[in-house]
């Protein structure tokens, strides 16, 4: 069984930066891409990043392109996204997610296991 735990959330004001951490355990056999996820208020669970499981290939929404960097430590068996440039549209909770392909992917569906989540608020 894989467990996700997410970590680095907090209240940060806008303009500031966090960087999230989601350390995978359990059975971590091989190379399978990487997603974070977020869901706000009210809001659809929309996808935010992903990675695919060499590292080599990421994807971006629109909404973080330029601000947001997703990257990983396969070593390490973790995750991670820097998040600058936050604005309060940015508050959420956000999943990381294990995929069920190697590839970097949008769809919530192509993606197995999920963490329980950690808070990001931004303050204007």
């Known amino acids: 069984q894989v467990r996700l735990v997410e970590s680095g959330g907090g209240l940060v004001q806008a303009g500031g930066f966090l960087r999230l951490a989601c350390v995978v355990s359990g059975r971590t056999a091989g190379l399978y891409a990487m997603g974070w996820f977020r869901q706000a208020p009210g809001k659809e669970r929309e996808f935010v990043s992903a990675?695919?499981?060499?590292?080599?290939?990421?994807d971006y929404s629109d909404s973080v392109k330029g601000r947001f960097t997703i990257s990983r430590d396969n070593a390490k068996n973790t995750v991670y996204l820097q998040m600058n440039s936050l604005k309060p549209e940015d508050t959420a909770v956000y999943y990381c997610?294990?995929?069920?392909?190697?590839?970097?992917?949008?769809?919530?569906?192509?993606?197995?296991?999920w963490g329980q989540g950690t808070q990001v608020t931004v303050s204007s």
């Open positions: 990675i695919s499981g060499s590292g080599g290939g990421t």
């Open positions: 997610a294990r995929g069920r392909y190697v590839t970097a992917r949008q769809a919530t569906e192509a993606y197995d296991a």
